[in-house]
């Protein structure tokens, strides 16, 4: 069965400094999605990145970026010089093959000021 | 930019009442979810429609049925809310007919919904 682990239920960073979220997945699939999802307090869930697995070279935006390692099956968020309106919800999220996504349980973000 | 609505942010309703969450979306957008979240447990799928019509179950369908009669419209309905369906539901709609997307999803604000 395909799974999606989020191994950090929160994480702290000081404002300006860099943080990386862990993100792992199980599958089989050769070819897939992989998303960042940010819920913000205000709970409207939005796109921050996302990663075709066909794809060697990561995704970046802006001061997000991705560390994908296929083999390791281990797609982690980095945040680049943290600001307070990052802090939220970072859920991962995997889809394959199907409509269905599958959401990891999340990491809640706090940033320090 | 796609809006998606959901008719609630706040909802409470007593346990065996009959309870409908509505979710419009405005972008002609093909499929369309309903998720429950809740803390340590992440989004989990309720059900979901790819079509007008059309729905499948997700991972915990029980307890609940949806209605999507016309394609901005789906609904998720509690046939007899019990206590421990009090929790926050989101609604998302994708574009996308076929597997192997990598569109996203776009949510609506979200239900929080209490069952006393």
């Known amino acids: 069965a395909q799974t999606v682990t989020q191994s950090q239920p929160e994480m702290s960073v000081q404002e300006a400094e860099t943080v990386t979220l862990s993100c792992t997945y199980d599958t089989s699939e050769s070819d897939y999605y992989l998303f960042w999802y940010k819920q913000p307090p205000s709970r409207q869930m939005i796109l921050v990145i996302r990663?075709?697995?066909?794809?060697?070279q990561n995704a970046t935006e802006n001061r997000f970026s991705v560390n994908f390692q296929k083999a390791a099956k281990s797609f982690s968020l980095k945040i680049s010089d943290s600001q307070l309106g990052d802090a939220a919800m970072y859920f991962c999220?995997?889809?394959?093959?199907?409509?269905?996504?599958?959401f990891g349980t999340g990491t809640r973000l706090k940033v320090l000021a | 930019d796609v809006k998606v609505t959901q008719s609630s942010r706040y909802l409470v309703k007593r346990t065996g009442e009959k309870v409908f969450l509505e979710c419009v979306q405005d972008m002609d957008h093909e499929n369309m979810f309903w998720y429950r979240q809740d803390p340590g447990l992440g989004l989990r799928l309720i059900y979901f429609s790819y079509d007008v019509k059309m729905k499948e179950k997700g991972d915990i369908p029980e307890g609940y049925s949806v209605s999507r009669e016309k394609k901005e419209r789906f609904s998720l309905i509690l046939e007899s809310a019990s206590t421990n369906q009090t929790s926050m539901y989101l609604c998302?709609?994708?574009?996308?007919?076929?597997?192997?997307?990598?569109?996203?999803?776009?949510f609506g604000d979200g239900t929080r919904l209490s069952i006393l």
């Open positions: 990663q075709e697995a066909y794809k060697q």
């Open positions: 998302a709609t994708d574009p996308d007919r076929g597997a192997y997307s990598n569109q996203p999803q776009h």
């Open positions: 999220a995997y889809r394959a093959g199907t409509y269905k996504y599958i």
